[in-house]
């Protein structure tokens, strides 16, 4: 079977670029003619498999294609108005800002499957721990000792009195409102200004809205050790890796108050530093994304989800 999927990835390597669908196409051009420049994330028509599919010499080989698709679709790029790239590992993917003629030269490039607005999402939450049968799982001795959870929110607070001993590792991945952490934009939300930090203190929780709590509050739920209150693995340790900048108050996201909202392209950037870097120092059961808004009706494989299923 790996043959096979392997024979099938190389005949698709053949394949021409694929234009752009048009609601995709329409939602870039109109947040450009809206704002000037905009954030988006760009998909290679370089093709990709789950390299847990692949043996690692094919995965090896993918990945070197992977990335020299990304480099000649930046290098394409020479010239225009196009800001910084932030190209994926393992995925073919890129997220930068562009002006007109950085999309034009995207949608010209053979290299490219599609462009999508990049978008920013709020923290949501709902009930889980009773409605999970967490209870009756600790009664029958699960405790997910030994195991790590990853959560990718707002933050956490690992001197709460509920994780103590608890935090692996930390990370953030922030690029800030100014669009994809371009310098000249104002860096990033991360400790430090930057939009990537690592270590002790690089997820502390935000601390300008009430929302910044929420990532405590998710992470309390996956691996809360009371005393008051259970989560669902209270043996578990956790790796909390804030994913979410603040944004002005006229986006109407935030409702009139500056509010935390979590880029698209900064949670796929969390998600491979997990594949790429966590998994081989943590056994790592789950990565928790409460995040998002409204009910999903339409395919993910098209528009900015594109990346977010490819990295997951």
């Given amino acids: 079977m790996r043959r096979l999927l392997v024979a099938v990835a190389l005949t698709l390597l053949s394949l021409p670029a694929l234009a752009m669908p048009g609601a995709v196409r329409e939602r870039v051009a109109a947040r ?74 995207l949608e010209a490039s053979p290299f490219v499957r599609s462009v999508a607005v990049a978008e920013a999402y709020p923290p949501t939450l709902n009930e889980s721990v009773p409605a999970a049968q967490v209870p009756e799982a600790h009664a029958i001795g699960f405790s997910g000792a030994g195991q790590v959870v990853v959560v990718l929110d707002t933050g956490t607070d690992l001197d709460h009195v509920n994780f103590t001993g608890k935090g692996a590792a930390e990370a953030c991945f922030a690029a800030g409102a100014n669009n994809a ?21 690089a997820a502390v929780p935000c601390n300008y ?63 491979l530093y997990v594949y790429d870097t966590l998994r081989f120092s943590h056994t790592i059961a789950a990565v928790n994304l409460s995040l998002g808004t409204g009910a999903f009706t339409s395919n993910c494989d098209t528009g900015s989800q594109a990346s977010t299923k490819a990295a997951i």
């Fill in 181 to 201: 952490g371009n310098p000249q934009n104002g860096g990033g939300d991360c400790p430090g200004g930057g939009d990537t930090a690592f270590g002790a203190d």
């Fill in 32 to 105: 450009l003619a809206e704002r000037g420049r905009v954030v988006v994330v760009v998909e290679l028509a370089e093709p990709a498999m789950p390299e847990a599919w692949l043996p690692p010499s094919a995965a090896g080989q993918q990945r070197r294609r992977v990335v020299s698709s990304q480099i000649e679709a930046i290098y394409d790029l020479a010239g225009t108005d196009a800001g910084p790239a932030r190209p994926y590992p393992v995925i073919p993917f890129i997220a930068l800002e562009v002006g007109p003629s950085a999309l034009a030269a």
């Fill in 209 to 271: 809205h009430a929302q910044c709590f929420h990532g405590t509050h998710v992470a309390g739920i996956a691996v809360g050790d009371g005393p008051d209150r259970d989560g669902v693995a209270t043996g578990a340790d956790v790796i909390p890796i804030q994913v979410f900048s603040q944004f002005p108050a006229n986006e109407p996201d935030c409702e009139g108050v500056s509010c935390p909202l979590a880029w698209d392209f900064d949670q796929d950037a969390a998600l």
